[in-house]
């Protein structure tokens, strides 16, 4: 049973923007909060971004911050991440999570996961 389903990856340059969507079964989409995650090749999964599905609370990692919105969607059960300005080091798979925690950012506490969606910034 697919619960979440990662979309909008592909290739783009350095300085260049890209938006993925998350789409969540409806059972998924309950969960207090959302996170978009990334593992870059041979790195461990590192967290992005995360939004909560009531109040739209918002939490970013350095790295992104001012780069990177997280976005949700109640009528559509879609969770976005708009990307600008993306850099070589921003390559990775990114995949999207649901879960019962507040805002967290450690990948453990999430109860769903998607397959991922490649993101490839090049120089």
């Known amino acids: 049973q697919v619960q979440l389903v990662e979309s909008g990856g592909g290739s783009v340059q350095a300085g260049g923007s890209l938006r993925l969507s998350c789409a969540a079964s409806p059972h998924t989409f309950t969960s207090r909060t959302k996170a978009w995650f990334r593992q870059a090749l041979g790195k461990e999964r590192e967290f992005v971004a995360a939004i909560t599905r009531n109040d739209e609370s918002t939490k970013y990692s350095d790295p992104v911050k001012g780069r990177f919105t997280i976005s949700i969607d109640n009528a559509k059960n879609t969770v976005d991440l708009q990307m600008n300005d993306l850099k070589p080091e921003d390559t990775a798979v990114y995949y999207c999570?649901?879960?019962?925690?507040?805002?967290?950012?450690?990948?453990?506490?999430?109860?769903?996961w998607g397959q991922g969606t490649q993101v490839t910034v090049s120089s």
């Open positions: 999570a649901a879960g019962r925690h507040w805002l967290v950012g450690v990948q453990k506490l999430y109860d769903y």
